[in-house]
């Protein structure tokens, strides 16, 4: 079977390396105190609750895989579903809480909760929409949302270069709310790096975070689904760094290879607080277009002007946002 899941470690060595997920890692850990914690994207578990209705084959999914892989280290690892609950509607959210159970009963049934483990609390009456999200949620989704929102309405002026839309993206955020994450900005680079220039693993990456096609609704609707792909791997090293939930190794468990190729260029060093490290391209003209853009935004953040508090950059992101889907779901005129 080809492989289609990846086991992505947010925090790394100095020179990006990290070790295997292997028995003699996880012991290590669980000598140390260290709980090795797997936490689930969406689509690992949406297979889950697929092969529990018994819509697909379970011999047929990549979940025998990851099956082969957990089932030696059941006793010395915790799986989560968290994060990826959050992202879907209250009553699929149920559904494949419920399978999730399911499944691991039936195919991973050494497999013991955390010490810390609590039951799952399904939110009644949730909504995915943006503005209907837990306050937490928001602030977790706000930088990623906005930033990949602001993309699609910048790559809509045909008329710009690719550099102008980079100059364009950063001059906006930095005046309407004072910041861009340095993950958002070095996905815009790529994203809008002439495609021409890209290997396949890179074509994949934008192709998987920049959906051009479709109409403004799933527009919109990508950029949230994107959003909460940058917050699962932020959000992880920063539960390992501050130790949220203790003493935690967490990795991100998905089949996403959009996700697997940004972690190539995405990690965070090991002993040094959240420390972004930002990959280049070795293609010659990505890496000069991706340097130029590097050169700019460093630039233009130590010349912004004093840090808001965390309370004002929160309702300017927000009144940037609903300016942006106003724009998308309402065609509403910007003024910017």
Not at 31 to 58: C, F, H, P, W
Not at 197 to 224: A, P
Request: aromatic letters at 12%; a neutral charge.
């Amino acid at each position: 079977m080809k492989n289609s899941i990846f086991f992505l470690k947010p925090i790394r060595w100095k020179d990006g390396a990290y070790h295997s997920l292997n028995i003699l890692h996880c012991l290590n850990n669980q000598a140390q105190g260290i709980v090795t914690s797997l936490y689930l994207d969406l689509n690992i578990l949406s297979k889950m609750r697929q092969v529990i209705k018994k819509e697909i084959k379970y011999e047929d999914t990549f979940l025998v895989e990851f099956v082969n892989i957990i089932k030696p280290l059941s006793k010395l690892v915790s799986i989560s579903p968290g994060f990826a609950l959050e992202e879907v509607r209250c009553n699929y959210q149920e559904d494949i809480y419920i399978a999730f159970e399911e499944f691991i009963k039936i195919y991973l049934p050494e497999l013991t909760d955390a010490y810390n483990a609590l039951p799952y609390q399904i939110i009644k009456d949730k909504s995915s929409e943006f503005n209907c999200l837990h306050p937490l949620t928001k602030q977790m989704l706000i930088s990623g949302y906005s930033t990949m929102l602001l993309m699609h309405y910048i790559s809509l002026d045909k008329s710009l270069s690719e550099m102008d839309k980079f100059v364009k993206l950063i001059d906006i955020m930095l005046r309407e709310v004072g910041m861009i994450g340095a993950v958002e900005s070095m996905l815009a680079a790529y994203c809008f790096c002439n495609t021409s220039f890209l290997d396949n693993d890179l074509k994949l990456m934008v192709n998987n975070f920049f959906k051009r096609s479709g109409n403004h609704k799933q527009l919109r609707d990508n950029s949230l689904n994107v959003a909460w792909d940058i917050a699962y791997y932020r959000t992880l090293a920063f539960i390992e760094v501050e130790k949220i939930s203790g003493f935690q190794e967490c990795w991100l468990v998905t089949a996403d290879r959009g996700i697997n190729v940004l972690s190539k260029y995405l990690f965070y060093l090991k002993g040094q607080g959240n420390c972004t490290v930002l990959m280049s391209s070795d293609l010659p003209e990505v890496k000069l277009f991706y340097e130029k853009c590097q050169e700019y935004y460093n630039q233009m953040m130590s010349n912004r002007s004093q840090a808001l508090s965390r309370e004002i950059k929160l309702v300017k992101f927000e009144m940037l946002i609903q300016k942006l889907e106003d724009y998308f779901l309402k065609n509403k005129k910007l003024d910017f």
